[in-house]
């Protein structure tokens, strides 16, 4: 209750600050708030304070990820299949022959291997 009011310049423990540091370099104090405001410190200091929202977005984030890389692969490894094949098995007739025995053998034993 009893309380003595601070005067100007002095913080909580009663250590006096100089005067002319609520007026010096105003300028400088303007580029700092607005520095502190691009770079979003106080999202930061949110996740520091909620450790637990900090690793949900992680993991979030690591998910996406992944979703797309495993979307991107299959895009990317189809079309390269289609490349493969349209370009190279139909073009090289080593390998188109020895495809097309495969074929053959395989429609052999589907449909019981008489003959042989």
């Given at each position: 209750?009893?309380?003595?009011?601070?005067?100007?310049?002095?913080d909580g423990g009663g250590a006096?600050?100089?005067?002319?540091?609520?007026?010096?370099?105003?300028?400088?104090?303007?580029?700092?708030?607005?520095?502190?405001?691009?770079?979003?410190?106080?999202?930061?200091?949110?996740?520091y304070r909620r450790p637990w929202r900090m690793l949900w977005l992680n993991f979030v984030a690591g998910l996406a990820r992944g979703v797309g890389m495993a979307i991107g692969f299959a895009i990317l490894g189809a079309f390269v299949i289609y490349i493969l094949r349209s370009s190279f098995l139909d073009n090289l007739p080593v390998i188109g022959k020895i495809i097309a025995q495969l074929v053959q053998?395989?429609?052999?034993?589907?449909?019981?291997?008489?003959?042989?």
């Open positions: 209750m009893g309380e003595e009011p601070r005067a100007p310049g002095q006096a600050l100089p005067a002319a540091a609520d007026h010096a370099h105003p300028e400088l104090l303007e580029r700092i708030a607005a520095y502190m405001e691009s770079v979003n410190l106080g999202a930061y200091v949110d996740l053998i395989v429609q052999h034993e589907t449909q019981g291997g008489v003959g042989r």
